[in-house]
């Protein structure tokens, strides 16, 4: 169903520029303030593709410097172009919780395909804002300057060796990220490459993260065909990052919300508005205990209708429900009955700003305790196997359900749409 190609990858040198210092994360994750960091890094750093130093420029800017970035950085031998198309393997080492994971994955040119055909997935929906931008910078780039991340299933684990052997057998370089994140990359050709591209075409992929990059692409191949752009095109492919579901290393993560202003329900309020749940007080020393407490207390009941909610009194609620969650998510039953039913938020006071999310359970918390919102809501991780469901049923999940770890960033590969880098 899924139909990749190996291509022809423009990157970076290693010989003239150091990976560690010219690779930022995905433009989304970049704060306005880690703007100049990346900018005065390196005067390659990959940040010069994906937004302007200053943010005021953002709204405005048509990106017209980028391809002469792109030709000039080319010209002069910071970025090189590979003689024969490629998948380019990339592992990541990271640690969390305490435990140390590997995530192996490879970037390819993904041929791009409308939801409704069942070939490329999606969980999320998206929002025209951030489209019209990411088009703007596509039309400009002429180029695919970041990937979307797609996740496939393979609970044999029949890639693993292959890609893990690539990395061995052609390595292209190392970095380390500003989180510790390792990074190997390799290449991957021949048969080899062949074998990854038939495996991937039985089966669909979900997008994990980039839907707004993998829509603008989509947005982007529609115009060129209604130009005249031939069935073949560069325009008819994106690049694209795909990992394993089922591998250890792909993290899921939940992103907690926060009420900013209806203040804290008192223990009366809770019962009389939560009917069905039972509630368990525990006490919490503050913000940088939170991780700890969760996982003793709200981790074990993955899977269940469960929350935590956090008024900064020194007292972590933890709500349960005996019956069970079955086919719904936390993420939806956490807007219905907690954000809707007890703060009386709506459509309008959530898209306007009365809910704020946190990947980060001590920053949650943290802003409970300055002040800068009254209540926070803390959440078990959605399952993969829900995210898959729900995405082959043609569902979306809610805003912020999911925060897959680590991020792919931009910089270890890009893929151009000029004909001789090909696919």
């Not at 069935?231 to 993290?251: H, Q, R, V």
């Not at 205990?289 to 929350?307: K, R, T, W």
């Not at 990947?359 to 829900?386: C, F, H, I, M, T």
Request: charged share 30%; hydrophobic share 45%; aromatic share 8%.
């Amino acid at each position: 169903m899924t139909d990749i190609r190996p291509f022809r990858g423009v990157r970076y040198d290693p010989k003239r520029v150091e990976l560690s210092k010219v690779i930022v994360p995905p433009y989304d994750v970049i704060s306005d303030a880690q703007r100049g960091t990346y900018y005065d890094r390196d005067p390659h750093n990959a940040i010069r593709f994906e937004l302007t130093r200053d943010p005021r420029d953002q709204a405005t800017t048509d990106y017209h410097e980028i391809r002469e970035w792109l030709d000039a950085w080319r010209a002069s031998g910071v970025l090189v172009r590979d003689d024969e198309p490629a998948l380019y393997v990339m592992r990541q080492t990271f640690e969390h919780g305490g435990h140390r994971y590997s995530r192996t994955g490879f970037f390819a040119a993904l041929a791009l395909a409308e939801y409704g055909e069942g070939k490329v997935l999606r969980h999320e929906r998206t929002l025209a804002k951030p489209i019209a931008d990411r088009l703007r910078l596509l039309e400009a780039a002429r180029a695919n300057l970041s990937s979307a991340f797609l996740l496939y299933r393979d609970e044999a684990g029949e890639l693993e060796e292959l890609l893990a052997a690539a990395l061995e057998r052609a390595p292209l370089g190392r970095a380390v990220d500003d989180g510790g994140v390792e990074y190997e990359v390799g290449r991957l050709g021949g048969d080899d490459a062949a074998r990854v591209c038939r495996f991937l075409a039985s089966r669909s992929v979900v997008i994990a993260d980039g839907h707004h990059r993998y829509q603008t692409a989509l947005e982007y191949r529609n115009r060129r065909r209604a130009a005249g752009a031939a069935a073949d095109a560069p325009s008819e492919a994106t690049l694209a990052f795909f990992a394993n579901a089922d591998a250890e290393g792909s993290l899921l993560l939940p992103i907690h919300r926060a009420i900013v202003e209806v203040p804290a329900p008192d223990d009366a309020t809770w019962r009389e508005r939560l009917p069905g749940w039972s509630c368990r007080s525990v006490r919490l020393e503050g913000a940088a205990s939170i991780e700890a407490v969760l996982a003793a207390e709200l981790a074990p009941h993955a899977g269940e209708a469960a929350f935590a909610a956090d008024d900064g009194s020194g007292v972590l609620r933890v709500f349960t429900r005996a019956e069970p969650l079955g086919d719904a998510l936390i993420v939806d039953v956490v807007e219905r009955d907690v954000i809707r039913g007890v703060f009386g938020l709506g459509d309008t006071e959530i898209a306007g700003g009365g809910v704020e999310f946190f990947k980060q359970a001590e920053a949650a918390a943290a802003a409970v305790r300055e002040g800068a919102v009254s209540v926070a809501l803390y959440l078990n991780p959605v399952a993969v196997e829900d995210v898959f469901r729900v995405a082959r049923a043609g569902g979306v999940m809610p805003q912020k359900s999911t925060f897959f770890h680590p991020k792919v960033p931009t910089g270890i590969v890009f893929r151009t749409h000029d004909p001789e880098d090909g696919a």
